[in-house]
């Protein structure tokens, strides 16, 4: 069974005005008179494995590929002509065991490996040798993800100084049953790799809807960003808007808010917060999300999910718990393929909306990256054979 972070259980599981300091509106209106971009295929490196690979990261210059592989429990680097460059597995019980994955490895330059684990942050080479380890701030009770290609652990040098960008998972003793939760929330952990410091950044803003009263679980909440420039470009899963901030001196500071408007972006349940249960951790992946934040050359993109019907995935569920597990299979399988799926392009100086493009066709739709003034995407698993290789598509937008 390929994994794509989609599997009916999953979501079974889960059902436990442009300024400073302003804002804008950004619609569609205008996009007919300009000229539509699109992204063309230029080049493909397949790498020869058999197992269940994601995409995890390319390194900035486009050299480096690495794929997580579920069924090896390893992290993999080839280069653009398949060559292997490094391989290790961390599944042991030793020092240098980074515990359960909380999301997908990610370069720190070409020539090291970054993972965030229950046990900490982990700093490797490309043979598994350890190189550094970063205490959590605060212990990990408990933690899940959704892997997502190309949704990796951000990695950024500011100053000459080289940081870590992840998601934040301090329990700050408090769970999303309590106010307290949507007060001391925040969404990323701004680490310095010399010294390990790690400042927790970016809170619920005044007028989130995470901030109505209502509960929110993990993937409603979960964050995509991109740092550029000192500038950090980020949105909070389902909720359609962009934030930008300026970093410095170890503070986040809002300078730009942009809301989004995304054909069919479907809004997140309701629910109230006497369903949630202290240490119990739900995901959703048929919910809407600003999936991943890139940028390529002078543009901006946001890529977003739209989500499912929210009816239809309830049917879904009761025919997979009354035992009708093919024909709950196949009805998810028909609420996935109709989700609007795509990304929008910004111009990344005025931040003014240029286009929206689909995704292209013959690729895991679950995510891509941005690498090398390039998007990369994964092939999509073969239906009909077992194939012995995972292909890595190169694609320019114009």
């Known amino acids: 069974m390929k994994h794509n972070g989609y599997s009916l ?6 059902a436990f005005f442009l300024f400073s300091c302003g804002e804008s509106n950004q ?14 295929k230029v080049d493909s490196v397949d790498y020869k494995l058999l197992g269940d690979p994601i995409l995890a990261d390319v390194s900035q210059d486009g050299s480096h590929i690495m794929i997580y592989d579920y069924a090896g429990q390893e992290i993999i680097i080839f280069d653009q002509e398949g060559n292997l460059l490094g391989k290790f597995s ?5 020092p240098d065991a980074y515990g359960f994955m909380m999301e997908l ?15 900490g942050i982990f700093i490797y080479d490309l043979e598994g040798n350890q190189i550094k380890k970063i205490d959590h701030p605060e212990s990990v009770g408990g933690a899940a993800f959704m892997p997502q290609v190309g949704k990796s652990i951000e990695t950024f040098t500011l100053q000459n100084q080289e940081f870590i960008l992840s998601k934040s998972v301090r329990p700050r003793d408090t769970y999303p049953g309590e106010q ?12 310095n790799v010399a010294s390990g ?5 970016i809170p619920f803003e005044t007028g989130s809807i995470f901030k109505n009263g209502k509960g929110y679980i993990e993937s409603d909440y979960t964050p995509s960003f991109e740092w550029i420039n000192s500038k950090l470009y ?9 934030r930008v901030y300026d970093l410095a001196d170890n503070t986040a500071k809002l300078d730009t808010t942009i809301n989004l408007t995304i054909p069919e972006f479907k ?3 309701v629910r109230e917060r006497n369903e949630f249960s202290e240490g119990s951790v739900a995901l959703d992946g048929s919910t809407a999300s600003i999936r991943n934040i890139h940028r390529v050359v002078d543009k901006l993109i946001l890529h977003y999910y739209a989500g499912m019907d929210p009816e239809k995935v309830k049917e879904a569920g009761e025919l997979w718990q009354s035992g009708n597990e093919e024909e709950a299979g196949l009805l998810f399988d028909k609420l996935e393929a109709e989700v609007p799926k795509g990304f929008l392009v910004f111009d990344l100086e005025t931040l003014q909306l240029l286009d929206r493009v689909d995704l292209p066709q013959g690729v895991n739709l679950g995510g891509f990256l941005a690498a090398g003034n390039s998007l990369w995407f994964q092939k999509a698993p073969s239906e009909e054979v077992e194939e012995d290789f995972v292909r890595i598509y190169e694609y320019k937008l114009d």
């Open 9 to 14: 259980p999953a979501v079974m599981i889960a």
């Open 27 to 40: 619609t569609e209106e205008g996009l007919e008179e300009m000229n539509p971009l699109s992204i063309e």
């Open 90 to 94: 961390k599944t042991e019980d030793t």
């Open 105 to 119: 490895p990610g370069f720190l330059g070409n020539d090291q490996v970054v993972v965030n684990g229950m046990r």
């Open 180 to 191: 307290a939760f949507y007060d001391r929330f925040r969404a990323l952990e701004w680490v």
């Open 197 to 201: 410091e790690s400042t927790e950044i």
């Open 234 to 242: 980020i949105s909070l899963g389902g909720e359609p808007i962009l």
């Open 267 to 269: 809004e997140l349940p």
